[in-house]
């Protein structure tokens, strides 16, 4: 055999070596699927893979929910520095008017804030109300009443731990260790630590002093700023059920919940009947 033919013989083979995987990928692959027809498509509504391939998993809420304001707490000798209570995100701290803020209740037994009271004489004693005053079916419930002594360093709680939602502290600034609670008490339920509660020893105990039923608790109470041995209280009815809520009626406000008022820090409660509507039951003073 000549050199010609001996390369051709060489060329022949090589190309059928190269050629053999190819006709294997061919034997072996399957056959593509029939494409679907377009009225099987339009059947299902002409969603496809194709239609949702652009779609991730996002958050999409709830967005606000735990950026619900109860609160501030402003140091009135340094008016940078104040505190906030969140619905459901416990108590923040500034120290630079806002610029930046730290989470100081994280590590306490309720994420929820009803109130924040400062003492008066002595703005590093940080008094903590958990559990929101509010009614809603997504509502936080808390575990009582808090007191940081250390600016919201450290913080101890004093009871009161089945009231689960306080609407207010407040505190007697001619005596720090008198303080009222406004508790409203369980949503979902009767009883609890429900009405308004005093404390003449810095919260290491407590008396109920108003107290009205067992499904009506004290949203909101305010001192006098011109004679503290009087308060006032506003009284609130409501039961929360998955499918509704009961609380008042339309009508006299004092048919389903009251405010009175009280003399003496001891003495008797008067109730005072107000024609006032709605969910409305805050309470303001005039100097």
């Known amino acids: 055999m000549n050199l010609r033919c001996r390369s051709f013989v060489v060329v022949v083979?090589?190309?059928?070596?190269?050629?053999?995987?190819?006709?294997?990928?061919?034997?072996?692959?399957k056959k593509p699927e029939p494409a679907k027809p377009v009225a099987e498509e339009e059947k299902k509504g002409g969603l496809t893979a194709d239609t949702f391939s652009g779609l991730q998993f996002r958050s999409i809420g709830p967005?606000?929910?735990?950026?619900?304001?109860?609160?501030?707490?402003?140091?009135?000798?340094?008016h940078a520095e104040y505190y906030v209570g969140v619905a459901s995100g416990g108590v923040w701290k500034t120290v630079n008017d806002g610029t930046t803020w730290t989470p100081?209740?994280?590590?306490?037994?309720?994420?929820?804030?009803?109130?924040?009271?400062?003492?008066?004489?002595?703005a590093a004693v940080v008094w903590v109300g958990t559990g929101e005053s509010n009614s809603q079916r997504s509502v936080s419930y808390g575990d009582g009443v808090y007191?940081?002594?250390?600016?919201?360093?450290?913080?101890?709680?004093?009871?009161?731990?089945?009231?689960?939602?306080i609407g207010r502290i407040v505190i007697d600034p001619r005596d720090s260790k008198v303080a009222y609670v406004a508790a409203e008490?369980?949503?979902?339920?009767?009883g609890g630590d429900r009405g308004l509660y005093k404390t003449a020893?810095?919260?290491?105990?407590?008396?109920?002093?108003l107290t009205i039923s067992e499904n009506t608790g004290v949203a909101d109470v305010a001192m006098d700023p011109s004679n503290a041995d009087i308060l006032y209280a506003s009284a609130y009815?409501?039961?929360?059920?998955?499918?509704?809520?009961?609380?008042?009626?339309?009508?006299?406000?004092?048919?389903?919940?009251?405010?009175?008022?009280?003399?003496?820090?001891?003495?008797?409660?008067?109730?005072?009947?107000?024609?006032?509507?709605?969910?409305?039951?805050?309470?303001?003073?005039?100097?």
């Open 237 to 287: 009815q409501r039961r929360r059920h998955v499918f509704t809520l009961i609380d008042h009626r339309a009508g006299c406000f004092a048919s389903r919940s009251q405010r009175c008022v009280r003399d003496h820090r001891g003495g008797q409660w008067e109730r005072r009947d107000l024609p006032l509507y709605g969910q409305r039951r805050n309470l303001g003073t005039a100097q």
């Open 63 to 78: 967005a606000v929910a735990s950026g619900r304001a109860i609160g501030f707490a402003v140091n009135p000798k340094n």
């Open 185 to 190: 008490g369980p949503l979902w339920g009767p």
């Open 201 to 209: 020893d810095g919260g290491n105990s407590w008396k109920a002093v």
């Open 104 to 122: 100081v209740f994280d590590g306490e037994g309720s994420y929820s804030i009803g109130w924040i009271e400062l003492d008066p004489n002595n």
């Open 147 to 165: 007191r940081s002594d250390d600016g919201g360093k450290s913080w101890k709680n004093l009871g009161l731990k089945k009231s689960e939602h």
């Open 13 to 29: 083979f090589a190309v059928a070596l190269s050629s053999s995987p190819l006709l294997a990928q061919k034997k072996n692959a």
